[in-house]
């Protein structure tokens, strides 16, 4: 099939192209939910291909948005759904990234003020990222409460303890132009189990912007930021050697594109095949940047290549 | 001075210029903070001036869209900082807007889960509404929380208990595409004391447009509804008669040019002459919106105009 150069191919692929398309990259990125498990699920047979591309040379990598979890974590999680050969070194979280920006890029020195779970706060303390400490009691009131000076930096990623208070300090903290304004991600909102939505960083981003009249610098996917921290760690990655595999056009597909990786979307999670193809059909060109390359029903669809291989 | 069609004039005006406009205009709109008064205090010389047009027989109404607190509690406001002649039915706030709106515009049949302080709350209980009443505990999260079923709008105000939580929940009642969204208005934030910031209902709705994908109705300025309002409770008011007075170009300017009024802008808020002044000089069509017809310093420089017409 003629690929026509700028515009993605949206194409559905299995058997021998699969293993054609494995046999021709040595890098394979993953994001987690919705392509490798769902929750505490793993997806069946997705901790045998990941397996299987390691002990085939493959390097292998975890790029999520998921800022609740330090990565440590992570570890023990992988290990527990049966991911038994991943290590931290290959996992790539928007937590562990803003620690990264936040020290070796934008080389903070001073107070931070972090609007996010323990897993982000860990990841920022890890890195000698000094966190603000005032102890707000709850009658306290933007009008009267304790703010930090000189802060350097606001950080907002995923918080289910996120306050009006929270929203109004980092919104005071914002009014000094040089102080530095990040989002672990902008995803918008994640999927629950009965049909239940959760909110996602990029809800609460939004919030700031808006109260702050101010842009966050995004870490997270679609920025280019995480696979330029696995490019620094990683020497000798070559984005034309590389897969992106997702399950969220607007954020995975998006991220590979910018990135000048090869896509692949799963349909195991978010985004389904007619959205896809509604992009590639769309006659707004920017959106071709949201069409995946390859598509499959789930990553599980590798398992018969590594037969092949084997 | 020539009035280019098409172009609003951003015209300081004071003396007998103030004088002559004020016999041309029957209708006086006067939004609240900032302009009357800022906080618990009254704008030197503006409770003269509006008890002054009263005696007149002006006709002056409020339009704030302050949501925070019920109209009962505004005509005490009014009469503790000395405006004595105001009445409950001259005050249009978006809180009261709102409960008109989902009784009359869109007769909601159903609970309704509102974000908001108990201005909100009150004013909507007062028209009818009925409102969810979820008793959530500290301990609940959007994955084991109680919804309402069927609830029929999400109405988002001021609310300075905002929580995740709420957030999350108002998510998943939007999931229902027949679930209206109504926001009490799109203001971003609030200036207080001592440099701090307040977020304003802008802020929260953005969140929750979002997380929800989809847009809220605006209720209050700069949206046409709260002149609709008055229109529909006073018969005759005639734009072509009315002067709109505010302090901020992106609500109270816009407010009135949206609804074909004069627009005048007070210096004792938010916005200032270089902002009306870069807009108009702005080469956007759009921008001319924000730009006021005349700019005061104050609204006590309408004071020597009923010296003149006593």
């Keep these: 099939m003629a690929r026509v150069f700028g515009f993605k191919g949206c194409r559905k692929i299995r058997g021998s192209q699969i293993r054609n398309l494995l046999e021709t990259k040595d890098v394979f990125l993953f994001d987690c939910d919705g392509v490798i498990w769902d929750g505490e699920h793993a997806i069946t047979g997705a901790p045998k291909v990941v ?34 050969d991943v290590m931290q070194e290959q996992i790539f979280s928007s937590s562990y990234c803003s620690a990264l920006y936040l020290k070796d890029v934008a080389k903070v020195n001073g107070h931070v003020f972090a609007i996010g779970c323990e897993g982000l706060l860990k990841e920022l303390r890890d890195a000698g990222v000094a966190l603000t400490d005032e102890m707000d009691s709850p009658e306290d009131t933007i009008a009267k409460c304790a703010l930090t000076p000189g802060v350097k930096a606001v950080i907002v990623g995923h918080d289910d303890t996120f306050t009006f208070l929270k929203l109004a300090k980092a919104s005071c903290y914002l009014k000094d132009p040089n102080c ?19 909110p996602g960083s990029g809800s609460l981003a939004a919030a700031l912007e808006v109260a702050s009249g101010r842009k966050a610098t995004v870490i997270g996917k679609p920025s280019r930021f995480m696979f330029e921290c696995i490019s620094s760690q990683f020497r000798g990655v070559d984005p034309a050697q590389c897969l992106m595999v997702g399950d969220r056009l607007e954020t995975d597909m998006l991220f590979g594109a ?44 590798f398992l018969p290549a590594f037969e092949d291989m084997d």
Tied chains: 1, 2.
Excluded at 70 to 82: A, C, M
Excluded at 262 to 271: K, Q
């Design 51 to 84: 397996n299987s591309l390691i002990r085939h040379g493959k390097n292998v990598f975890f790029v999520t948005n998921n800022s609740t979890k330090p990565r440590e974590n992570y570890v023990h999680k992988f290990y527990r759904l049966g991911f038994t």
């Design 180 to 198: 530095l304004f990040l989002a672990t991600d902008s995803d918008p909102w994640h999927p629950l189990r009965d049909g239940r939505i959760l």
């Design 258 to 301: 910018n990135c000048g990786l090869d896509t692949m979307l799963t349909l195991t999670g978010v985004s389904q095949m007619k959205e896809a193809q509604d992009y590639k059909d769309s006659q707004h060109s920017t959106n071709q940047s949201f069409v995946p390359d390859y598509v499959v029903d789930t990553i599980a669809d």
